[in-house]
């Protein structure tokens, strides 16, 4: 077992090394883990030194180049900015490392695109990942008008016919779902420039349609024994274990989305009501009710798995430390390893919500209630699981005209 009080720190460094290792232990590294971290600082002092440099000279280039110097060493691990990141916080924490400066938008359509994601994220109450996702399809936009006045963003002349002719060029060679995103992503950003005064006049309605067909599919739902095989794969008797198992419960139970279950505070489990609070798309918060196997899950969970050195009050925590929240691809992949040590294939955290819509349905609940139970703003997104009610569906069908001779 390494001991991080074995690791010598020496250079301009050295005077934070004891601090480091408490700030480590303080936020629940093990001590590998934390001999790990000191020996990078280690070499980072040592690196310091030989560059002339003291403890304030890791600025952003300074550790790009340091990265660099690690590489070219033969350093097989920590390469990445990303790994030395725990050292530069506690360093930036004491105000002896400088703080990265801010990147300010330089050219006239990243200006742009950073009024439009201040405007979707204030006023249109969308989340980080969805906001990066319309702000990447309209920047092609933008930047072919740019290109064509020699940078510059005249868009008070825009016609119909150049969002047309752009929506034209550039969907045939994207998937359906990416086609998708560029149309809805290019009537949010003109309705914006039409709201902001950039244009005279509305040009959303000169956005052609993608290609698709609603209700066209059928929801691909887990049977019963492939979720009794998802549950047993996760290992109750480790922390990883008992949040995976109750993250895997919610999402099979209450059909919640993947980045629903990663904002789940402390504070929305109700516990004497019986009642989760989930936050959803838009931002709405919306009680559902605590099933006994989701809520005795989550006790499991937080009695025996959630660290003692959660430094946020996000429900469920990553395993290794530093113990943040979940994000959204961290449920996600959960969803995904469970699947693999099953030997399920591939599934993602949506699927086990078409699994929770379907199992109500067999259970017998109406249309209604299951688009209560998953949130759906409008009753069509309910009607797919219409599709799965076999028994419903007998009544409908017509006699084959040769069954009766």
């Not at 550790?63 to 050292?87: K, M, S």
């Not at 809805?184 to 003109?190: E, F, G, M, N, P």
């Not at 139970?253 to 798309?281: I, P, T």
């Not at 996000?314 to 113990?323: D, I, K, S």
Request: with cysteine.
């Amino acid at each position: 077992m390494r001991n991080p009080a074995l690791v010598r720190v020496s250079g301009p460094l050295e005077l934070f090394a004891a601090g480091f290792a408490d700030e480590l232990a303080s936020v629940g590294y093990s001590a590998v883990a934390a001999s790990f971290q000191l020996q990078l600082m280690a070499h980072a002092s040592r690196w310091l030194d030989g560059e002339g440099l003291g403890a304030s000279g890791l600025s952003v280039e300074a550790v790009e180049r340091f990265v660099a110097a690690r590489r070219a060493a033969g350093y097989t691990n920590y390469l990445t900015d990303r790994a030395i990141a725990p050292l530069l916080g506690y360093l930036r924490g004491l105000g002896v490392a400088p703080v990265a400066a801010a990147t300010l938008a330089q050219t006239p359509v990243e200006v742009l695109l950073a009024r439009y994601g201040e405007y979707l994220a204030l006023e249109r109450g969308l989340t980080a990942a969805t906001v990066e996702g319309y702000v990447h399809a309209v920047r092609p936009f933008l930047a072919g008008i740019g290109e064509g006045g020699g940078g510059a963003l005249e868009l008070d002349g825009l016609s119909a016919r150049q969002v047309t002719a752009f929506v034209v060029v550039r969907c045939p060679g994207q998937s359906r779902g990416a086609a998708k995103m560029t149309v809805t992503a290019l009537r949010s950003l003109l309705g914006f420039l039409h709201l902001d005064g950039v244009i005279p006049r509305s040009l959303v309605g000169a956005v052609p349609s993608a290609a698709s067909w609603r209700l066209s599919g059928l929801p691909r739902a887990l049977e019963p024994e492939h979720v009794r095989r998802l549950l047993d794969s996760c290992d109750r008797r480790t922390a990883a274990g008992c949040r995976d198992f109750a993250i895997l419960t919610a999402l099979v139970r209450l059909g919640l989305r993947a980045g629903e279950v990663a904002a789940l505070q402390l504070d929305d489990v109700d516990w004497r009501a019986g009642e989760l609070v989930v936050v959803g798309k838009g931002r709405r918060s919306e009680r559902l009710p605590l099933p006994v196997d989701v809520g005795e899950a989550i006790t499991i969970y937080l009695r025996d798995g959630r660290p003692g050195t959660a430094q946020d009050r996000a429900l469920f925590q990553r395993v290794r430390a530093p113990h943040h929240g979940l994000t959204t691809g961290g449920v996600t992949q959960i969803v995904v390893s469970a699947a693999k040590r099953s030997g399920l294939g591939q599934i993602h955290a949506h699927r086990l919500r078409h699994t929770a819509a379907t199992e109500m349905l067999r259970a017998g609940a109406p249309l209604a209630e299951i688009g209560q139970v998953l949130r759906h703003r409008q009753a069509l997104s309910t009607a797919i699981y219409a599709k799965v009610d076999r028994q419903a569906l007998r009544q409908l069908a017509r006699p084959w005209p040769g069954a009766r001779s």
